[in-house]
């Protein structure tokens, strides 16, 4: 008899690698022959493997009483709640099943835009964008673009924003920005 046991992370940020442990057991009194591991990530992509999302490892004989620790890395690749399902089969039909659910924790910065809603002709104005990270994780090369509207005249922007008047957009970036912190 094959047991199978799988443990992940609860949670883990786009981007980041994620390992799933298995744990193969063989419960019987026998030698099991021919046992592989096989993987099923997401169809949806939120996990991805260089090799695709049908994933197959092969360990052979395992003998009874012993067990077989291997981990399988992943990509966190969407944001979202995503499940790998592992299954574990031998030769004579002995197989189980297990599964984990991990949650991607995308980016998730809200944006706060001040100014006044109204200008009169030949009036300067001046707005701002307040960009908090709203994650237990920092953001990393973040941007705001802001669009000058046609009828508006771009005069200056703080905190290194660039000005393409070809496209009439303002672009900042943030390299970092803290859990729970605010960029003007």
């Not at 835009?113 to 109204?118: D, I, M």
């Not at 290194?160 to 008047?165: S, V």
Request: proline share 4%; glycine share 10%.
């Amino acid at each position: 008899k094959l047991r199978l046991e799988m443990a992940g992370p609860e949670e883990a940020k786009m981007g980041q690698q994620v390992a799933y442990r298995y744990i193969v057991t063989n419960d019987g009194s026998g030698d099991a022959q021919d046992v592989f591991i096989r993987t099923l990530l997401p169809e949806e992509g939120g996990l991805t493997h260089p090799a695709g999302r049908d994933l197959e490892y092969e360990i052979g004989t395992l003998p009874a009483g012993q067990q077989r620790e291997i981990v399988l890395s992943v990509v966190a690749a969407a944001a979202g709640e995503h499940m790998a399902q592992a299954e574990v089969t031998g030769s004579g039909g002995v197989k189980d099943q297990a599964a984990w659910r991990t949650n991607i924790i995308g980016a998730q910065l809200q944006i706060v835009r001040r100014g006044p809603k109204r200008r009169f002709v030949g009036r300067t104005a001046t707005y701002e964008n307040i960009v908090s990270n709203e994650t237990n994780f920092d953001a990393v090369d973040a941007q705001v673009t802001e669009f000058v509207p046609e009828g508006m005249d771009f005069i200056s922007a703080t905190k290194g924003g660039q000005y393409d008047p070809s496209t009439r957009k303002v672009v900042w970036r943030i390299n970092r920005l803290a859990p729970d912190q605010q960029e003007l």
